[in-house]
């Protein structure tokens, strides 16, 4: 906001020389040339269509300051972003336009230069009210010129200055710029002074008051890594502290940052060195040397007072001493109508007094007989008036004790104000933590649902495994059918066997050699079906282990058709049950 009222200054005083018949009205063609101008010189994107659509050819008439109005804040002052361009080229289009038509010294006699009478009209500027027309109260014409005289090093006149101040348009309606430039271009206040001591001493206050520097010199600095020391130029802002190689400023060899955790101490004498302080931060120490005793208490009383401003959020002294000035003023002219009342009512009550004692007087005259009773009336009549000077002497200490408990109340204000700012900033703070939270819980529903996807991948894997698993058990089912089918045929072989050795004894030892060996691989063939049921258990388990990552699964044996346990039987191409089929058929041929 600061901002932009310093802006609308100066792009009202080049409205204002655009409109030459002094109607209030400016030419849309004028306009649009002034738009575009400032387009360029606040570095904001040129937009021609919104430009022709506001300022069209079929409407009539030119344009008054409060029809510009909404185009200048919406489409210029609305996007421009502070640190993107340079307020100081803004000052200069919107002087060079208006001084043409306005700034013309009397008697064709040019005391000041363009520049310097540029710099007055921006410190002009910036100390006026933001009421228009722009005008400067006479309390502020005599402290700028005040500031100019003391950087001359001379004493300002005050028979000058009260002459041009007791002016009625002046005491009435303020100074106008361009009445303070003739004022200035009159030489009453550089009689005898040269053009270059006044220009530096205009540069000093433009730079002071409009740079915003606190303070500027030359000083002694300690190098942090070859410890020697070396002469800069200091300038100080209220949140920097920056030293360059000469005054010219060119080669900015170090910037100091100044805040809350900053603080400045003086030092001793040492390493040959006098007049010494430091700037101390949270990660360095600046040890420097004045060239005298004063000049280091003004260099560390305006390093506090910028690391004040820093600390109480305040971007520039200037503006604030401006501020502090007009309560000062606001508060005497308070004073000054309060005084003016009082000696109204006390002129009143005199009055109401004389009177009083008129009507005595003829009172006295008429009743001479009644003189006794006179007098005594007129001891009543100044017991009245003395209870009503002591009334109006309580009233006049209730409305003091009224005006201290408003200047209270106006301090707890700003105590409130200041910690709503804190609150909230805190809150932004916290709304960043928030999104940031909020930012972090969508990345983890993402990933949630990238896992959930991978696990019903799994399922479906797991289920498409379950289903050929359960194929395999059956066609382990029907093999042990099959292997019991063929042991109830070798059952009824061997109980036909067994009545031809009945018939044939002669062949009984030979039978029973045959039936041992028979026996034996029988017991080969049940170690095998057992390894073989030990490899399948082995072999679920791996499969629940690929399955199911998070744990084994306990499997039950499958039930075959009776209730029985079905137990994986070795393939028949196993060798050692091979070799059992092969003896059986041989018997069987015998």
């Known amino acids: 906001m600061e901002l932009r009222a310093e802006l609308l200054k100066s792009i009202w005083y080049a409205f204002t020389s655009l409109d030459v018949e002094k109607s209030g009205k400016v030419s849309k063609s004028q306009l649009k ?6 387009y360029t010189a606040l570095n904001i994107p040129h937009d021609p ?8 050819d079929d409407d009539d008439g030119p344009v008054s300051n409060q029809g510009y109005m909404p185009y200048l804040n919406k489409f210029i002052l609305d996007k421009v972003v502070e640190g993107t361009f ?7 289009f919107c002087w060079t336009l208006s001084a043409k038509k306005n700034y013309r010294p009397k008697n064709g006699v040019d005391v000041l230069p363009d520049k310097d009478a540029f710099h007055l009209w921006c410190l002009f500027n910036f100390l006026s009210e933001d009421d228009y027309p722009l005008v400067l109260v006479p309390e502020e014409v005599e402290y700028l010129l005040k500031k100019i005289c003391r950087a001359m090093s001379v004493e300002l006149s005050c028979v000058d200055v009260e002459d041009f101040i007791s002016q009625e348009a002046v005491q009435q309606s303020g100074i106008t710029v361009w009445a303070f430039l003739d004022f200035v271009n009159t030489g009453r206040l550089t009689r005898g002074m040269e053009k270059d001591s006044v220009t530096m001493a205009i540069d000093k206050v433009y730079q002071e008051i409009a740079g915003n520097i606190i303070k500027q010199g030359y000083l002694w600095k300690k190098g942090h890594l070859r410890r020697n020391w070396n002469e800069r130029w200091f300038s100080l802002q209220p949140s920097t502290l920056h030293y360059y190689v000469s005054e010219d400023r060119k080669e900015c060899k ?4 100044l805040g809350h955790n900053c603080c400045v101490e003086v030092l001793p004498e040492k390493e040959g060195k006098r007049c010494m302080f430091c700037v101390k931060t949270l990660t360095k120490t600046y040890e420097m040397s004045a060239p005298d005793t004063k000049q280091r208490q003004e260099w ?6 910028a690391i004040r401003l820093c600390v109480e959020w305040k971007k520039s002294l200037h503006k604030d001493l401006k501020l502090r000035r007009r309560e000062q003023r606001e508060e005497r002219e308070r004073r000054r109508t309060a005084k003016e009342e009082e000696l109204q009512s006390l002129r009143l009550l005199q009055g109401e007094r004389e009177s009083k004692l008129a009507e005595l007087e003829l009172l006295q005259d008429a009743q001479k007989q009644a003189q006794t009773a006179l007098l005594q009336e007129e001891q009543k009549r100044k017991q009245k008036h003395v209870e009503l000077q002591r009334t109006l002497q309580e009233q006049l200490q209730q409305a003091e004790e009224a005006r201290v408990s408003i200047q209270a109340e106006m301090a707890l204000k700003e105590v409130e104000t200041e910690r709503q700012r804190r609150r909230i900033r805190e809150l932004e703070v916290m709304q960043l933590r928030l999104e940031e939270a909020l930012h972090q819980e969508m990345r983890a529903r993402q990933d949630e649902e990238v896992y959930c996807l991978a696990q019903a991948r799994l399922l479906v894997e797991e289920e498409e495994k379950m289903k050929a698993l359960l194929a395999l058990q059956e066609e382990q089912e029907q093999y ?5 089918r063929e042991k109830q045929e070798l059952r009824q072989e061997m109980v036909t066997k067994s009545q031809a050795l009945e018939e044939a004894q002669h062949q009984l030892e030979k039978v029973r050699a045959s039936r041992r060996r028979m026996d034996q691989d029988i017991a080969a063939a049940q170690r095998k079906l057992r390894h073989a049921s030990t490899s399948v258990k082995h072999w679920n388990i791996q499969v629940n282990r690929l399955t199911h990552p998070n744990g084994p699964v306990e499997r039950r044996p499958s039930l075959g058709s009776s209730g029985v346990p079905v137990v994986s039987v070795p393939s028949l191409r196993d060798p050692g049950l ?7 058929e041989r018997e069987k041929e015998k």
């Open 480 to 484: 042990i059918l099959k292997t019991q």
């Open 86 to 92: 340079v307020k100081e080229n803004v000052d200069e």
């Open 33 to 38: 040339v002034l738009s575009h101008n400032l």
């Open 578 to 584: 091979r070799l059992y089929h092969q003896r059986n």
């Open 49 to 56: 269509v919104a430009l022709e659509d506001h300022f069209r």
């Open 300 to 305: 560390t009383t305006a390093i506090q007072t």
């Open 254 to 257: 170090g910037c100091i940052e």
